[in-house]
Each structure stands twice: as C-alpha cells, then as structure tokens.
C-alpha cells in the first residue's frame, strides 16, 4: 500500500491544482497542513506566466492505493 498527501489549491485563473507528496507523516492536524499550505501561498514563489500558481486553499487529504497482482510474467 503506498500513500500520499495531497494539498489542493485554486490558481489565480480559478483553476485547481495538486502538490502531491509520497509518504508523508500520518497523523497531522488541520492546523498543520493549513499552516504549511499558507507558507506555500505566502512564498508566492511558483508563478506560470508571472501569475501565481497558488492563491487559495481548497482542501487537503491523504490517499492511498492498493496493488494487488493478479499474474507476472517471469
């Protein structure tokens, strides 16, 4: 099973976007992951054309997925 974390934002053009981290630390706060996500913003240091890529907080979850092999070729 592998997961991730994944921070959701809303770009300045209103369109959404994911950072998507492998294997992150189970167990944090909404207070930390806000935190975090607002440094992102506040940094400003992602931009496509001179627009800011992050500009609004729309969420944050974990996912994960299971494999499951069915058959591998030798």
């Known amino acids: 099973m592998s997961m991730k974390l994944e921070l959701r934002f809303e770009t ?3 369109k ?3 950072i998507a981290l492998d294997q992150p630390r189970t167990g944090l706060t909404k207070e930390d992951v ?4 607002e ?3 506040a940094q400003d240091m992602f ?3 001179g627009d800011p890529l ?3 907080i729309k ?3 974990y996912v994960t997925r299971t494999v499951e092999d069915i058959l591998e070729a030798e």
């Open 59 to 61: 969420g944050a979850r």
């Open 47 to 49: 931009t496509v054309k």
């Open 12 to 14: 300045g053009e209103g």
């Open 34 to 37: 806000q935190t975090a996500m």
């Open 39 to 41: 440094q992102i913003i």
């Open 16 to 18: 959404n976007r994911v």
């Open 54 to 56: 992050y500009t609004k």
